[in-house]
């Protein structure tokens, strides 16, 4: 029976993108290494271009786009992005056309995503910046450039967050709150990554809905967590506005984590990649260095404080972006390396 939060959800266009609902998986060997009833929400296995979280946002934004009668869809990120990825795949499924604006950062190298961005034939532009999360200013200016030679340009901001893509995840949490009722799951906590703020306030959203009142914990990818919390509660009223919900009404309990950034964005830290390699070694499933590795990382750090009891499952969202780790595999091999693993050159 639909809810109240079903049918505002299904006011709003969205392009079918990708096939869901996403499995829910017990890693049973991963979960037995760290004392622990582990779930794993498989936001990875979506079939659009390698999989990831992205396309549960770009359905919205691109039905919005084809509906504004645009030909092109302009977007920006690091250099290898799993949202510029993403975003040109959608592009091409729908029949559009795809300009990708990226920072000229460390990791530009032809592997990972970057190569299955030129493979999609999108349009490149690369961009001196310090910061990859300050590239809109670049990417109006190739919006302005697009019209002036005839084309409709569509923008979608960095890592593709805004208030109408954030109902992707508002159907992803409310997906994950049914599959935890069948499967008879109380979880003591679910973990997502907190980058721009966009899944964390969806999935926060359809959980609270449902009355699932457990933890919420966000381990923030790039930022300190003042500035996460002012992301929170500006999604977190969007979606109230568009949902019909009471934009005052109570998050519960939420936890963010910045401890776990390392460096910066894009830092594979020791702990990630440890985690990295766990998860690998006992599932083989693999993670990426930039969110979901982190998120991991800072669950099994938490666990290792014996945070969580090991009779009640905890749950983690893997948001994808496995093409990442091919970028890092200098960094990744000197870690096993590291960690007594004989690798080849």
């Known amino acids: 029976m639909p809810t109240a939060i079903d049918r505002a959800l299904a006011r709003y266009p969205r392009e079918t993108l990708t096939r869901t609902p996403t499995p829910l998986d017990r890693l049973p060997h991963?979960?037995?290494?760290?004392?622990?009833?582990?779930?794993?929400k498989r936001d990875?296995?979506?079939d659009l271009a390698l999989g990831g979280d992205k396309p549960r946002k770009l359905e919205y934004e691109v039905a919005k786009a084809r509906a504004s009668g645009?030909?092109?869809?302009?977007?920006?990120?690091?250099?290898?992005?799993?949202?510029?990825?993403?975003?040109?795949?959608?592009?091409?499924?729908?029949?559009?056309?795809?300009?990708?604006?990226l920072s000229r950062d460390d990791r530009r190298v032809f592997q990972g995503n970057l190569l299955t961005v030129y493979l999609m034939g999108a349009d490149v532009r690369f961009a001196?910046?310090?910061?990859?999360?300050?590239?809109?200013?670049?990417?109006?200016?190739?919006?302005?450039?697009?019209?002036?030679?005839?084309?409709?340009?569509?923008?979608?901001?960095?890592?593709?967050?805004?208030?109408?893509?954030?109902?992707?995840?508002?159907?992803a949490g409310l997906e994950l709150a049914d599959q935890m009722a069948g499967a008879g799951l109380r979880p003591a906590a679910v973990y997502t990554p907190f980058g721009t703020g966009g899944i964390?306030?969806?999935?926060?959203?359809?959980?609270?809905?449902?009355?699932?009142?457990?933890?919420?914990?966000?381990?923030?990818?790039?930022?300190?967590?003042?500035?996460?919390?002012?992301?929170?509660?500006t999604w977190w009223a969007?979606?109230?506005?568009?949902?019909?919900?009471?934009?005052?009404?109570?998050?519960?309990?939420?936890?963010?984590?910045?401890?776990?950034?390392?460096?910066?964005?894009?830092?594979?830290?020791?702990?990630?990649?440890?985690?990295?390699?766990?998860?690998?070694?006992?599932?083989?499933?693999?993670?990426?260095?930039?969110?979901?590795?982190?998120?991991?990382?800072?669950?099994?750090?938490h666990q290792r404080e014996g945070r969580w009891p090991p009779d009640q499952p905890v749950v983690m969202l893997h948001s994808g972006g496995t093409p990442a780790l091919f970028a890092y595999h200098e960094k990744i091999r000197a870690h096993l390396l590291k960690r007594g693993i004989d690798v080849p050159e």
């Not at 190739?142 to 992707?168: F, K, M, Q």
């Not at 919420?216 to 300190?224: E, P, Q, T, Y």
């Open 30 to 40: 991963a979960g037995a290494q760290l004392g622990l009833d582990l779930y794993l």
């Open 238 to 301: 969007a979606i109230g506005e568009l949902l019909g919900l009471d934009p005052a009404r109570p998050q519960g309990q939420i936890e963010i984590h910045d401890r776990f950034v390392g460096r910066g964005y894009g830092d594979a830290t020791e702990g990630c990649l440890d985690a990295i390699l766990l998860l690998a070694e006992t599932e083989g499933i693999l993670l990426d260095p930039v969110y979901s590795g982190k998120v991991f990382a800072g669950l099994c750090a």
């Open 128 to 171: 001196d910046t310090a910061d990859h999360w300050d590239l809109e200013r670049q990417a109006v200016t190739v919006c302005d450039e697009l019209r002036a030679n005839g084309e409709t340009p569509y923008l979608i901001p960095v890592s593709g967050s805004t208030p109408l893509s954030c109902l992707g995840y508002v159907r």
């Open 44 to 46: 990875d296995l979506t």
């Open 200 to 233: 964390f306030a969806g999935v926060l959203s359809a959980l609270r809905a449902r009355g699932i009142g457990c933890p919420v914990v966000g381990i923030s990818v790039n930022r300190a967590v003042e500035v996460c919390r002012e992301s929170l509660d």
């Open 70 to 101: 645009a030909t092109v869809l302009v977007t920006c990120g690091s250099a290898q992005s799993n949202h510029a990825r993403l975003t040109t795949a959608a592009a091409r499924r729908v029949g559009l056309g795809a300009v990708v604006v």
